[in-house]
């Protein structure tokens, strides 16, 4: 068997699982920096994946505790998809030269997080699979994770307020 040492994700594992993350998240705007959220307002926020497939991997999530989009009002799910566009430019002024945008609804259909709806942007290069995801289904993440967060909630401000 082999095994691949990732400690940074023990906390996935032994975090305190009572209440929603993301509910969590949004009733402690104090905790913003510590929880990388790169952007709110009254409806919804956006942060940074705290297990990312790939740099500047983010999530808009609505404030609302919802499982599924047609529970969601009409106008908070066009605001949840409008700034999920707009984020798009962060994610390319950041370099990302494709970006995968995607909603896992519901434990079987792969959500992470199935109580609480949440959208997926993923930035994309060109060559950003290795040898390590081709032979070990594994991917390694090479860059500060705080260095991205900083980045990115800078070009939140310039593109989201």
Request: with cysteine.
């Amino acid at each position: 068997m082999d095994i691949l040492y990732a400690p940074w994700r023990e906390a996935y594992f032994t975090e305190d699982k009572s209440e929603c993350v993301f509910c969590s998240i949004v009733k402690n705007k104090h905790l913003d920096e510590q929880n990388k959220v790169i952007y709110r307002n009254e409806n919804l926020f956006i942060v940074m994946n705290k297990f990312p497939y790939t740099p500047g991997h983010i999530l808009v999530i609505p404030n609302i505790h919802i499982d599924s989009p047609e529970k969601l009002p009409k106008d908070i799910w066009l605001e949840l998809f409008s700034k999920a566009q707009d984020s798009m430019q962060i994610l390319y002024d950041y370099g990302a030269s494709g970006i995968n945008l995607g909603m896992n609804i519901k434990q079987n259909a792969g959500a992470g997080i199935p109580e609480h709806l949440h959208l997926h942007l993923l930035p994309r290069w060109s060559g950003d699979t290795n040898f390590i995801t081709a032979i070990s289904n594994t991917r390694s993440y090479g860059i500060d994770f705080n260095k991205v967060f900083e980045r990115m909630k800078d070009l939140a401000n310039k593109y989201l307020n």
